[in-house]
């Protein structure tokens, strides 16, 4: 999970201003003004910089509408409990069992059936040489990486995958992300999300698998095997949290609207 980064990123904003050095004039033996005691000017300056973290601070949160709050923390409880209990035990003997570089070249092969999605949201945002650098990846990958599970499109062209789904090509056009929601499984997301992510599942290949079972199976492994390179980061998060929804949710709001920006 990225979410970590938020919280580090939040945390080192707050130690590099309580850091600081404040000014301090007997250090450079310049004498106060009269009838302004000394450590005045240090207090000041503490002062305005706590006032300038905290509008920082301020600017960084969004506003996020939480109609559902109610419901999404009775999924939040349920989505944790599903990673301590299935997620987190699968992924740890996935880890203990299966190589990494088998692991590395599965998460390949998943990867490269997402590009179909990444592709179409590259085009509808008007991204069209991120769309051409995606059909190029994809079918190198498939063709010289043996249906995905290398990547010589990055190891021997350069060429990074993009990050990009239909709920971000949804917020490049204008919809707004829309009421808070959790999802059982996939976590956090908005209507907006939402709505992408059924689009993402329609022109993802491994929907397509038959019989349903197997289709099914494979999602699963997926979850597993991605999640074996993760373990410990969401207990990192929520260990750090006063109150897991809550950092949660901004984290996910904030992350999604640097998404559609960029």
């Given amino acids: 999970m990225k979410l970590k ?18 000014k301090n004039p007997s250090s450079n033996n310049i004498a106060p003004p009269s009838g302004n005691p000394a ?15 905290e509008k920082q ?36 003997v996935c880890k203990k069992t299966v190589p990494k570089p088998a692991r590395i070249s599965i998460r390949n092969f998943f990867n490269n059936l997402g590009a179909p999605a990444r592709f179409v949201s590259c085009h509808l945002q008007g991204k069209h040489k991120a769309a051409d650098k995606e059909l190029h990846r994809f079918a190198y ?22 990050d990009e789904d239909l ?5 490049k056009h204008g919809f707004g992300s829309g009421p808070y929601i959790v999802l059982p499984l996939f976590g956090p997301s908005t209507l907006r999300d939402s709505v992408g992510l059924v689009g993402d599942q329609f022109l993802s290949p ?36 006063y109150d897991p929804y809550i950092a ?14 960029e």
């Fill in 5 to 22: 980064t938020w919280t580090i990123v939040v945390l080192a904003a707050l130690t590099a201003g309580c850091a600081g050095p404040g």
């Fill in 39 to 53: 450590g005045q000017s240090a207090d000041d300056d503490f002062d305005l910089l706590d006032e300038d973290l």
């Fill in 57 to 92: 601070l301020e600017e960084q949160k969004v506003k996020v509408a939480d109609p559902l709050e109610p419901v999404n923390r009775i999924m939040y409880s349920f989505n944790d409990k599903l990673y301590f209990w299935v997620i987190k035990p699968c992924a740890s």
């Fill in 141 to 162: 990958n498939t063709t010289v990486g043996i249906l995905g599970f290398g990547d010589p499109a990055r190891d021997k062209l350069g060429i990074e995958p993009t």
């Fill in 167 to 171: 709920g971000q090509a949804l917020g």
């Fill in 206 to 241: 491994v929907r397509y698998v038959k019989p349903r079972e197997t289709s099914i199976a494979l999602s699963a492994g997926e979850i597993a095997n991605d999640s074996s390179f993760r373990i410990g980061e969401y207990e990192s998060f929520k260990s750090a949290a």
């Fill in 248 to 261: 949660m949710r901004q984290a996910y709001i904030q992350y999604r609207k640097k998404q559609v920006e």
